[in-house]
């Protein structure tokens, strides 16, 4: 089973950026695909985008293109969302998920406060 | 891109009814759905995949069915833990992931 672990909660003002991280224990690190999921109050669920180490490939939803960067760190078994030119819609619960097919484990959740 | 609907948006329901919650996808799917519960302050939790399949640990009164663009999620006998949030979400054709907009369980 794996597990995934995020880092804490984060505020920051408009304009910036935010960088949250996810560390797996369990299971091949390199072979596991990740995604980011996010969820604003009181909404749904939304797909930001993964990556799959073991391919070094990385896909994102077409609304963050320009601003989402998302890294993995093999030596670590960690991945990280960058999301820049934050925006007071970007205030949201980030999670990260392992990817299987369906979202087979997720991350406790993450939640990032934009506001000046 | 995959557009998922879901309904109804709010389900009121007694406990020990039975529940069937529906998903629908823009176009066939075949049977890469998942469905998920999320409570209140939690992360979603993985229910059923390949659209009838139980993931570990899911009680056997959870059940799943369906192929193509139709999908149903029955819980037989709702209990008191099952209130909550349900997400479908496909995996068939991707990126991107989709989901759909979530059919909230409440207490009648």
């Known amino acids: 089973q794996v597990h995934l672990v995020q880092s804490g909660a984060e505020v920051r003002q408009p304009g910036s950026s935010v960088t949250v991280s996810c560390k797996t224990s369990g299971g091949t690190f390199n072979t596991n695909a990740i995604s980011w999921v996010r969820q604003a109050p009181g909404q749904g669920l939304e797909w930001m985008g993964g990556?799959?180490?073991?391919?070094?490939?990385?896909n994102y939803a077409q609304k963050f293109q320009d601003r989402l960067t998302i890294t993995a760190d093999d030596s670590t078994n960690t991945a990280y969302l960058e999301l820049s030119n934050l925006g007071s819609d970007d205030t949201a619960i980030y999670y990260c998920?392992?990817?299987?097919?369906?979202?087979?484990?997720w991350g406790q959740g993450t939640p990032v406060t934009v506001s000046s | 891109e995959i557009v998922m609907t879901q309904s109804p948006a709010t389900l009121s329901v007694s406990p020990g009814e039975r529940v069937t919650l529906s998903c629908r996808a823009s176009e066939s799917i075949s049977s890469n759905l998942a469905w998920y519960q999320q409570k209140p302050d939690q992360a979603p939790r993985l229910l059923i995949f390949g659209a009838s399949s139980r993931a570990t640990g899911i009680p056997a009164r959870f059940s799943g069915s369906g192929s193509g663009t139709e999908f149903t999620l029955t819980i037989s006998s709702l209990q008191s833990e099952d209130f909550a949030v349900y997400y479908c979400?496909?995996?068939?054709?991707?990126?991107?992931?989709?989901f759909g907009g979530g059919t909230k369980v409440e207490i009648k």
């Open positions: 979400q496909q995996y068939y054709n991707w990126p991107p992931l989709t």
């Open positions: 998920a392992r990817v299987t097919g369906p979202l087979e484990s």
């Open positions: 990556t799959i180490p073991v391919f070094g490939t990385t």
